[in-house]
Structures are given as structure tokens and as C-alpha cells.
């Protein structure tokens, strides 16, 4: 078995004209399951996509961004499981995350878009 997942040290990146260049990153995983004893609805076994997304990001110069697209699935403890598919269409979207961000300085940004909770952070 490898050792823990690990940062790509030389993502993609493509140069975009006046912004310059953007990188490039993903994820894709999946999950495989089976049980005995199953929820009324639900399946005693499945395989399906837990992660299939792609990150656009910029993070240098003025205008910076990032932007997340893909599909994905939540498993939730004690109810059926909803399909990547599903989840996708049912929580966020197939664009569950991005942003633009304005950064005139080091110390000052102003940031608007479709931002994760900072609930915990």
C-alpha cells in the first residue's frame, strides 16, 4: 500500500493571454461498497465515482481565481447512498466552488464568488 496522497509538485498549467498562466489539477476517485444488511431504498452493493473534478486556478497578479468543476458524491452514515450523478445535480452542482479575487497588494484582496463555508475554519 502507498504511503499518504502527496501534492503534484509540477501541476499542468497553460499560458491565458493577459492573465497569464493558469495551472491545472484534478481528482478522481471512486468507492466500492457492499452490505447485509440494507436500508429500505438503497442497494447491498455498488461501485460508483466519489471524485471526478477538475481545478482551474490562477494565483499571482492582480486578478487571481479559482475554479472547480466536476462530479462528486457525500456518502451519509445510516441513508441510502445517492449516486455521483444524483448528488451532483442535488447539493452544489457540477461548479460547486470558484471565485475571482482582486489583490492589489500582498496584505489586501477582495474576493467574491461561489465560496466555501469558512464554518470551522
Do not use: C, H
Amino acid at each position: 500500500m502507498a504511503g499518504p496522497l502527496t501534492v503534484n509538485p509540477n501541476p499542468m498549467s497553460f499560458e491565458a493571454g493577459p492573465l497569464g498562466k493558469v495551472w491545472i489539477t484534478g481528482a478522481v476517485s471512486g468507492v466500492a461498497q457492499w452490505q447485509n444488511s440494507v436500508f429500505p431504498g438503497d442497494r447491498s452493493g455498488l461501485v460508483d465515482l466519489s471524485n471526478a473534478q477538475v481545478f482551474f486556478n490562477k494565483t499571482d497578479g492582480l486578478v487571481q481565481f479559482f475554479v472547480q468543476l466536476g462530479t462528486y458524491s457525500i456518502p451519509d452514515l445510516g441513508l441510502p447512498y445517492l449516486r455521483a450523478v444524483n448528488a451532483t445535480k442535488a447539493f452544489y452542482g457540477p461548479f460547486p466552488q470558484g471565485f475571482l479575487k482582486l489583490a492589489p497588494t500582498k496584505n489586501f484582496s477582495i474576493m467574491a464568488g461561489k465560496i466555501p463555508t469558512l464554518m470551522g475554519a
